[in-house]
């Protein structure tokens, strides 16, 4: 069974910098084929889709967040993790982690995903 | 950026209905068009992959079709478990980018 759960702080402040963990379990970013995205959703509006990371360690990011963006993985521990710097109200959303699998030879992105993390910008 | 424009915005149903709801690319995008339900408080759940391949698990009454930039999403007949909102999302070019959703209300 796979899953997969954010976990981000809550709320921060204007400047400083965003830090969200994906723990997910039924799946191993080891395994060849295997990613995992961070989507965001601001309160009553659409999707944005953030980063992914791949089993071989390879990273993608939407150039709309030009640098602020870092993604990565812990294997051993089936965590993702992504980082925004210098965050403002305009970070403010529920941010969601999802899986990204293939099989053969066919990419399937996004069929589970976490529950998300609501995260607030706030002075 | 590839823009993905969705329509109605709105769309008012009741349950029995069959409906479709679109979805357009700026740019070709192949056949790498996805479409997610969501519902209020919940994470979205995939439907469709790369343009009409049911996702495991969702009823035969959701389909997809479609080429290129132009693409549909019909529900034969409604039920009223589905009355949410419908996200399209290409997988063709970087960055990946999702339409603005269409909201499936009761008439």
């Known amino acids: 069974q796979v899953t997969l759960k954010e976990s981000g702080p809550g709320i921060l402040q204007p400047s400083q910098t965003l830090s969200l963990t994906c723990t997910f379990s039924?799946?191993?970013?080891?395994?060849?084929?295997?990613?995992v995205g961070w989507i965001r959703q601001p309160s009553g509006k659409g999707l944005e889709w953030l980063a992914n990371?791949?089993?071989?360690?390879?990273?993608y990011y939407n150039p709309s967040l030009k640098n602020r963006l870092t993604i990565s993985k812990d294997t051993s521990n089936n965590q993702a993790f992504l980082k925004i710097t210098n965050v403002d109200t305009a970070d403010t959303a529920t941010y969601y982690c999802?899986?990204?699998?293939?099989?053969?030879?066919?990419?399937?992105?996004?069929?589970?995903w976490g529950q998300g993390t609501l995260v607030t910008v706030s002075s | 950026d590839i823009q993905m424009t969705q329509s109605p915005s709105v769309l008012s149903a009741s349950v029995g209905d069959r409906v479709t709801l679109n979805c357009k690319a700026s740019?070709?995008?192949?056949?790498?068009l996805n479409w997610y339900q969501q519902k209020l408080g919940e994470a979205p759940k995939l439907l469709i992959y790369?343009?009409?391949n049911l996702q495991t698990g969702i009823p035969s009454r959701f389909s997809g079709s479609g080429s290129g930039t132009d693409f549909t999403l019909t529900i034969s007949s409604l039920q009223p478990e589905d009355f949410a909102t419908y996200f399209c999302f290409q997988h063709n070019s970087w960055p990946l980018t999702f339409g603005s959703g269409t909201k499936l209300e009761i008439k």
């Open positions: 740019q070709n995008i192949n056949k790498y």
């Open positions: 990371i791949w089993w071989d360690d390879d990273k």
């Open positions: 039924g799946f191993s970013l080891s395994t060849y084929g295997m990613g």
């Open positions: 999802a899986r990204i699998a293939t099989k053969f030879g066919v990419r399937n992105w996004f069929a589970y």
């Open positions: 790369n343009t009409n």
